[in-house]
Every structure is written in C-alpha cells, then in structure tokens.
C-alpha cells in the first residue's frame, strides 16, 4: 500500500485551530502502518465525548465545539479519519472499504482504550462510529446522532445521489468549496481553505472520492451485512441515544425516524432539531455543545 502524508505546514496558522496534534499508528491487515491523527484536548481523568467527522470534512469540523466543551469540563477527542485531515491517506482508491475502515478506527479506539464515551457522529462519522458501538457496545455511554444513517442495501435519498454522481464525475473535487455548499451560513475564504489544507492535489483525495460510493445504498454493495449484523446490536442498546439532525439537510431528512423508532435508548430521550445545513457542526456550534454536555449531565 502506497501511503502518502500531507506536509505539517498545510496545518499552519489556520483560523481557530489551536490545537496540539496527537497521533497513534494503526497497523492494516496487509502489515502496512498507518499514522491517525486525532486532537485530545481537557481533562485527561474525565470521561471522552468522541467527535466523529465525515466526508469530505476534517476534526477541522469540530474547532469550535472543542473548546465549548472544554470549558465544561470535558475531555474531547476528534479523530481524523484515514485518508482525511493530518491523517495518513493511502494512495489508491482500492485501498479504502468500509470495512478498513470501521477496522482502522476499532485499532485506534483499543489503543486508547476509551471507555465510558459519548459519541457525537455526522455523515461517516456515523456510518464508521456507529459500527464501532455496535462492536464495543460496553465503551459507549451515550449516542448523539445527527445527519448520518447506517444503511443496510435499501436505497437513499435523491440528493445522496446526486452527490454520489457529482463525486464520481467532477475531474478536481473542491473540497472546502462541497463543505461550504453544505453549509446554510458562508463559509469565509480561510475556513475554505483549512478545508482543502488536506489535500495539497487530487492524489491525495483518494479517500475523499471513495467514500460515497462506499454507502452500501444497494443489496449489491459491500458491508451491507455487517450493517445489519450492527443493527442487531443497537437494537439492544438501552443506554441514551439522542437524535439532533438539521432543518437545512436534503441528503439525511428523516434519518432521524429509524433511530428513535429501533435503538431502545431512544425513547424517551429530548430529540432535537437543530438549525443547519448537512454540516451542522459549521452552524449550531454552541448549540451542539450544549446537547452533549446536557446529555452526559443527565446520564449522570
């Protein structure tokens, strides 16, 4: 496996990101070592709020809810996902599966040896930290889900796939500029371009262009079945599971439903709407930060 890493200076002086970066190696099954980087920031002896990126974003997602959580008292960790942000990014499409990577985050995750966790997942954030409560449900202790799903073959919305065919066609995929178009507020110039500060050319973006077709949206597609093998296991997850997806996402509209309906942690839960586009993060910051702090509040 060919792996390239993105130069540190791409990571310099960006707006809002004052964070030291941490890193774990992580080993693939064809014996290839992989460096992931994740911010770890707060109190070390407290319990983690996980925070779970996805496509084609970065830990970069998360730069404001960080601190908001900090401040509270909370020890935070954003991962980036192989192939995103200062993580290493495999060369060749072929090497990124869903599998892979459900299997690169569950090595890091044991590394670290999280437990009593809160996760907050978006996009494949949740299709990857979903598969990893499914796996460790006993390291989780509450959910936050918002505009992400864990499909399982039965198709998805128009909007997903009008992006699936715009991600697999466009010859240069403008990274900070697809973020920025999933936001309901505009994006200054520099925010766009910490987005793209991943991705020095198109070689890097591999990982980037792989993932929407990755969605197991078909009975065809891979992972289907671990999908729902995982949902077997939410099915019984009684611990909180509180869903928060945006007014503003066309791609995830409604995905809320199937949690509240199956995951039995769901009932009863204060489920919110917030105010944003697919990349909630970018515009209800404060407001995210404070579900999850009230969310660990009560679970104490």
């Not at 670290?112 to 202790?141: H, K, M, S, Y």
């Not at 409604?254 to 199956?262: K, L, M, P, V, W």
Request: proline share 8%; with cysteine.
């Amino acid at each position: 496996m060919q792996v390239l890493r993105t130069p540190d200076d791409r990571f310099e002086n960006l707006p809002e990101w004052p964070f030291a970066p941490h890193y774990v190696a992580i080993k693939d099954a064809d014996g290839t070592t992989l460096r992931l980087h994740y911010v770890d920031e707060g109190p070390r002896d407290a319990a983690p709020v996980l925070l779970m990126h996805g496509e084609p974003s970065w830990a970069y997602l998360y730069r404001r809810i960080i601190p908001a959580l900090v401040a509270k008292g909370h020890r935070v960790i954003a991962p980036d996902l192989i192939g995103f942000g200062r993580s290493d990014k495999p060369a060749s499409r072929a090497d990124y599966t869903y599998e892979r990577h459900v299997a690169w985050m569950s090595d890091w995750l044991t590394q670290l040896d999280l437990r009593g966790v809160t996760l907050f997942c978006q996009d494949w954030g949740g299709l990857i930290g979903l598969r990893l409560v499914a796996a460790f449900p006993e390291r989780f202790a509450a959910l936050v889900v918002a505009n992400t799903g864990l499909p399982t073959g039965s198709g998805f919305s128009e909007a997903f796939n009008a992006w699936l065919a715009f991600s697999q066609s466009v010859p240069q995929l403008p990274v900070g500029m697809i973020v920025n178009g999933g936001c309901a507020r505009d994006l200054s110039p520099a925010e766009i371009a910490a987005y793209d500060a991943p991705f020095p050319d198109e070689t890097y973006k591999e990982g980037a262009r792989q993932f929407p077709a990755l969605v197991p949206i078909t009975p065809q597609h891979a992972s289907v079945a671990e999908n729902i093998a995982a949902w077997a296991v939410l099915e019984a997850f009684d611990k909180p599971v509180v869903t928060a997806f945006s007014d503003g996402d066309p791609v995830t509209k409604g995905g809320e439903a199937i949690f509240q309906s199956r995951v039995p942690g769901a009932k009863g839960q204060p489920h919110v709407t917030l105010s944003g586009g697919h990349f909630l993060q970018e515009d209800s910051p404060q407001a995210i930060s404070d579900l999850i702090d009230a969310v660990i509040q009560k679970n104490r």
